[in-house]
């Protein structure tokens, strides 16, 4: 199986050339491609399908040529992915698929648009829905925060910058599955001058250096639900969230890094 790698900000991918959808993954076989130990190692995986062919994007074939099929590490399926959805770009741009200024790009949260700006890609996400005050419960201590939806379920939390860095996010934080039926990923944050700072457990992942959504949701939250521009810094780099009255954008580097075959089994 052929089979492209790349990151941004060091949430990284490895992207599967499948134009005619003739490639079925089981969740084991993401899981194993997935494995840092004993496949390529990633923190997803991304087929790059014609949406005509693909039976979840046929509503957007009209909008997009390109289906981003995203599956979480332990294959599960994820609606949205911020950083993947520029790392697929990047891929689609860099091998001819696609080409300009402009990228539609359809996901099963709906079409996505993506700019090209400079060295760095600006993605409209849509603008953030605020669904109320939820908790986490993590090590024994529960967390309030903002439920928060860029078309999959976020909870952010605030805390201090000392309890940031002390978070043990090796452990999964628990939420309310009447809730969040499908779990959440979840943002713990601290302000900054410019914006927030961020460490990020992902939903079938574990923790990340980055998320594209998580950083979309925590942008938001730390903006106060308003306009404006926010940075936000994760263990893998920056990324910047801008609010306007129409919807919410996220910019940030995209690399490709590595591409060759990998024997599936």
Not at 28 to 38: K, L, M, P, Y
Not at 134 to 158: D, F, K, W
Request: charged residues 20%.
């Amino acid at each position: 199986m052929q089979f492209a790698k790349g990151h941004g900000t060091g949430n990284d991918f490895v992207v599967i050339p499948d134009l005619d959808a003739s490639i079925e993954l089981t969740a084991a076989q993401v899981a194993a491609i997935c494995d840092r130990h004993n496949g390529i190692g990633a923190d997803g995986i991304m087929r790059v399908v014609h949406a005509a062919k693909h039976p979840e994007a046929h509503d957007q074939a009209d909008s997009a040529e390109w289906f981003m099929d995203y599956r979480n590490a332990d294959g599960s399926i994820a609606e949205m992915c911020g950083n993947g959805v520029r790392v697929f770009t990047r891929y689609l741009l860099e091998t001819g698929l696609s080409s300009g200024s402009a990228v539609p790009v359809a996901t099963r949260a709906g079409l996505r648009t993506v700019d090209v700006v400079g060295d760095d890609l600006r993605v409209d996400m849509s603008p953030a829905r605020f669904l109320g005050t939820e908790h986490a419960t993590l090590a024994g201590r529960a967390y309030e925060g903002t439920h928060v939806s860029m078309g999959n379920p976020h909870l952010v939390v605030h805390v201090t910058e000392d309890e940031l860095a002390a978070l043990e996010l090796f452990r999964e934080p628990q939420v309310d599955p009447a809730v969040f039926p499908n779990k959440a990923n979840i943002e713990f944050i601290c302000p900054t001058p410019t914006g927030v700072r961020m460490r990020v457990y992902e939903r079938g992942v574990g923790e990340t250096l980055s998320c594209g959504t998580g950083a979309c949701a925590a942008g938001a939250v730390g903006l106060g639900g308003g306009q404006g521009t926010a940075t936000v810094d994760v263990p893998g780099g920056r990324l910047t969230v801008t609010v306007d009255e129409r919807t919410l954008w996220l910019s940030g580097p995209a690399v490709m890094v590595a591409e060759g075959r990998f024997h599936l089994r």
